[in-house]
Nanobody
Framework: QVQLVESGGGLVQPGGSLRLSCVAA????????MAWHRQAPGKARELVAG???????NYSDSVKGRFTISRDGAKNTVYLQMNRLKPDDTAVYYC???????????WGQGTQVNVSS
């Protein structure tokens, strides 16, 4: 089991920004893909953004142009910079890492993001 710890969630007004962090207990070079997913109440978990080991990124249409995913190998951390937040972005945000050899998915415990005035 690999420990992933998310942080950075909270309450923010519409139009505001937050940066989420996901710290891995081992080198992120051991993951071929890392991603942020989110789950709103009563809805299925959905992919928000992902990044490969060679820094290729992908985003859901709903966040493209507003969110940016990045990673820092020296800190074993993946970030999600969220700008121009909307109430529809309210959800629990989860970090996921996929093993480079096993393709096993590991999940963090989630961090709550609330966008409200």
């Amino acid at each position: 089991q690999v420990q992933l710890v998310e942080s950075g969630g909270g309450l923010v007004q519409p139009g505001g920004s937050l940066r989420l962090s996901c710290v891995a207990a081992r080198s992120i070079a051991s993951f071929r893909y890392m991603a942020w997913h989110r789950q709103a109440p009563g809805k299925a978990r959905e992919l928000v953004a992902g990044i490969t080991s060679d820094d290729k990124t992908n985003y859901s249409d709903s966040v493209k142009g507003r969110f940016t995913i990045s990673r820092d190998g020296a800190k074993n951390t993946v970030y999600l910079q969220m700008n121009r937040l909307k109430p529809d972005d309210t959800a629990v945000y989860y970090c996921k890492a996929t093993g480079i050899y096993t393709s096993v998915d590991y999940w963090g415990q989630g961090t709550q993001v609330n966008v409200s005035s």
